[in-house]
Structures are given as C-alpha cells and as structure tokens.
C-alpha cells in the first residue's frame, strides 16, 4: 500500500525544525557509536552510560528514541573514561553512510556531490545533530562549517569534542561517497591546541590550524566534480519527498513546543504572550498548554530555554557587554539578566564567558 503524501514543500522554503535538548525524538546512531567504541576500549557499560538514562539494550534499538542531553552526556562519559587523544574523531570515523537510513541513502542519490553537500547541511535535522553544520564553496574552494550547539551542558571541552567528532563523521561520509581517497585540504579550530585530545595532521592527512575564527573543513572543489556513480536521477526526487515526509513526523513529534519556540525566535527580545501564540497557532490557551504539558515542558521553561542557549552563544561567541546581552534578550537591565542566568545555570555570565 503507498503511503499518502502530505502536501510537497521544497525544504528551502520550509521553517527549520527547532529541537529541545530534552526532547526524545532523535535515534540512538551517534550514542551507539560512542557506546561500541568505548566497549571496544574495554570500558563498562554501566560507566558509559551513567547519567544518561538508557540500558544497554536499547542502544542499539530501532524504537529507542534520545534526547540531545543524552548524546552530550555520554560523550561527557567518554571524555571522563578515555585517554585516548583521538577518541573523538576515531568515533567519527565509524560512522558510515548506512548508519543514516533513509538520509544516508538520499545522500547516495544525489545526482551530483554538490546537491549532496546541499541536501546534507538542509536535512541535518534527522541526524540528531549535536551541531549545525553549512557548506560553501568559492573560488578558493569548498568549506564545511561545524559549530556545536550553544547549550549551557556543553563547556568547552565538550565543545571541542563534539567539533571533533562532527568532523570525523564528516570527513567518514566524504571518503563513503567520494571514495577512500578522499583528503580535506586543511582543517581549522575554533580553539586553541589542547592537551587531553585533538586533531593531528597524521590522524585526518592535512595541515591543522587552531585559534581560528570557526570550525572548518576545507578541500578542493575537483571533489566535487566527479561523476556521483551511486546517484540517480530518478530515485532521488522519490528519496527527497520521503525525507520531507520525515522532517514532517519530526516536527510532529516535536509538537507545539517546536511551533512555540518558531514564533518565540522571531522576536526574543519582545516575546508574545502565551495567549498570543495560541491565537497565533489557532489554539486554545487550555488545550495547547495542556498538550505542553504532555510534552513535560512549559512556557516559560520554553523561553528560559531559548534565552540560555541565545546568552550562551552571545559571551561565549561576541564581545557584547552583558547590558548589550539583556537587551537582547528582552531584559531591563544587566542585573536582571545576570539574575535569570544564574538561575537557569547555577553559573554567572562571567564564568561562561571565561571557559
């Protein structure tokens, strides 16, 4: 029987699907590679997954559904339990194609590596994605940009880790569909040379540059121009439309707080009242704060939420003073800001701002 199809949207024009770190929608892929890696090294189970609230027999799971925090805090584990200098990337790089589904397999059918590289930053959504991720490609030749996700459980040793490790899969899913001979240009970090783990020009084949302005993997665009042997002209629209089918179910799995938090981003600094938004979303204030409800969050925990990651990324990214930063979140004032910070991460601005 062939499943209905709702109504095509061309992703480009489609809102981009906002995610909770607490939402339990994304599969267990990357966990499950964090997971076999750290057992192959020899270490339990039971230390793996502390603190992350799944069993080992669901890592693996195809009805098994986690949530971003479980995935930053088995990687926290793996930072905690491993010594290995290269465990991040060398995770990376077990995670191939057929891991994706049906995202890796629309991949494959791109009929060109360009449209690959496109439909790869637009559905990373499906990817349960630890960063975002975009691609250019100028005259200099192609770049992939990697920023992990501004949320106040990820420091800045996690955050190198999940850069490394969004790196090893990148450069692991490149070889796939480019061929093992596949070698980026040049790599550059976001953060100075560490000593506990890193990248080297002997693990990823290129020159490696720390303290730069982003997270990057650059490589030349003949890559680009080879002829992509696994796509198909014919299947990859069939493909595409699936793939929409899937953003669909996941912001229905999402449910309103993922509308919610569309309509909240619009205007941080002067946010609709709760009553606004469901006129807005043709609701019931009861009702939709009720189905909130069954998604175990609330308004304000929504709002909360969205002004942390948003202080988070500005002292950590910019040099806005903190009076800049209320006001754009929609604070009176300075004090009112460091106020709310504090208690949404038991931290001050400062300390964020000095890791």
């Not at 499950?32 to 793996?48: H, K, N, P, R, Y």
């Not at 992350?52 to 930053?72: F, G, M, W």
């Not at 006129?279 to 009702?287: F, T």
């Amino acid at each position: 029987m062939r499943r209905p199809r709702r109504d095509h949207k061309p992703v480009s024009d489609r809102a981009p699907v906002h995610v909770g770190v607490d939402e339990k929608v994304h599969e267990p892929t990357k966990l499950a590679a964090v997971f076999d890696t750290l057992v192959s090294q020899g270490f339990a189970a039971e230390e793996i997954l502390r603190s992350v609230d799944i069993t080992p027999e669901r890592v693996h799971s195809p009805k098994a559904q986690i949530s971003l925090r479980q995935l930053a805090t088995v990687c926290r584990n793996a930072i905690r339990l491993s010594t290995d200098q290269h465990l991040p990337y060398r995770i990376g790089t077990t995670i191939h194609i057929s891991t994706y589904g049906m995202y890796g397999y629309a991949i494959l059918c791109c009929p060109d590596f360009r449209k690959a590289m496109e439909f790869a930053a637009r559905y990373h959504a499906l990817a349960a994605p630890l960063a975002s991720i975009e691609f250019s490609e100028d005259r200099k030749g192609a770049t992939w940009q990697i920023e992990p996700i501004s949320y106040p459980v990820i420091d800045r040793r996690l955050y190198r880790f999940i850069a490394e490790l969004q790196i090893g899969i990148h450069i692991s899913l490149m070889r796939d569909i480019m061929g093992p001979a596949f070698l980026p240009q040049e790599i550059s970090l976001a953060y100075p040379q560490a000593e506990d783990f890193g990248l080297t020009p002997d693990l990823v084949g290129c020159e490696v540059r720390f303290a730069q302005p982003a997270n990057q993997i650059l490589f030349e665009s003949r890559w680009l121009d080879q002829t992509a042997s696994l796509g198909n002209k014919t299947t990859y629209p069939t493909i595409l439309a699936l793939c929409d089918d899937l953003l669909g179910d996941l912001r229905l799995r999402v449910g309103p707080a993922g509308k919610i938090r569309a309509i909240l981003l619009r205007d941080i600094a002067n946010p609709p009242t709760f009553a606004a938004i469901a006129k807005l979303l043709d609701v019931n204030a009861r009702s939709l704060r009720r189905q909130l409800q069954q998604q175990g969050i609330s308004f304000r925990g929504l709002l909360d939420e969205l002004r942390t990651q948003l202080a988070v990324k500005y002292l950590r990214s910019t040099d806005l003073a903190n009076e800049e930063i209320a006001l754009a979140l929609g604070f009176s004032d300075a004090a009112n800001f460091r106020r709310a910070f504090h208690r949404w991460t038991n931290k001050a601005p400062s300390a964020i701002r000095g890791e």
